[in-house]
């Protein structure tokens, strides 16, 4: 029996190329990892080259059904992504969109009971206990301005180079002496205009 071959298949809400190898392609999903595509395959026996696009709709459901509920098709359980859920006490293993949900749920969490990873969550730090000295810092430039430029001093400290008041050397600006004569401006007159005259044309010339 042939199988007609599709060039998109849709397995849990994702649509795969048909052709990408089954391995590759099983991986596309979130929550399924390479290790988890080989032994879906390998429960299943087929072959971990073949293009996914080959697909019966068949192995399809097979293959969803596997990924929904892996503790039923005898998976251990340091094999799932979600042990001990906080909430059941189960062992799950969550997909697609369930993963980005649930990790707010738990952030939001230790937020709310105002642990200390909630805490370190809430200012933005790092919370699996890495170093922040060197390291994640964010915001504006740390450390000393770059282009020459001079800071502004501070109340009562002096800046290289102007004199300060009450230092040795320095003299006290004086006022101009009184009865100092100011100098006076020269007088500007009026230049008068040259008389402007109209020029004697010549005579014409007489006609020969």
Not at 75 to 84: D, I, V, Y
Not at 152 to 159: D, S
Request: hydrophobic share 30%; charged share 30%; net charge positive.
């Amino acid at each position: 029996m042939t199988v007609e071959y599709q060039y998109l298949v849709r397995i849990v809400g994702n649509d795969i190329p048909g052709e990408r190898k089954m391995v590759v392609g099983l991986t596309q999903i979130r929550g399924v990892g390479y290790m988890f595509a080989n032994t879906i395959l390998n429960l299943l026996k087929i072959n971990p080259d073949q293009r996914i696009g080959y697909l019966s709709s068949e192995q399809v459901k097979s293959i969803e059904s596997i990924i929904k509920n892996p503790a039923a098709s005898n998976f251990p359980s340091w094999f799932l992504n979600r042990r001990k859920d906080v909430e059941t006490g189960e062992d799950k293993h969550l997909i697609t969109s369930d993963i980005a949900f649930t990790v707010r749920n738990d952030i939001e969490r230790e937020k709310t009971s105002g642990s200390w990873r909630g805490i370190r969550h809430m200012f933005g730090l790092k919370v699996r206990g890495q170093r922040t000295r060197c390291t994640g810092r964010k915001g504006g430039a740390v450390g000393v301005a770059k282009g020459g430029k001079i800071m502004p001093a501070r109340e009562g400290e002096a800046v290289e180079g102007e004199p300060t008041a009450g230092a040795e050397g320095t003299e006290p600006a004086t006022e101009a002496k009184e009865g100092s004569e100011k100098k006076e401006a020269p007088a500007t007159g009026k230049k008068e205009a040259p008389a402007t005259g109209k020029k004697e044309t010549p005579p014409a010339d007489k006609k020969k």
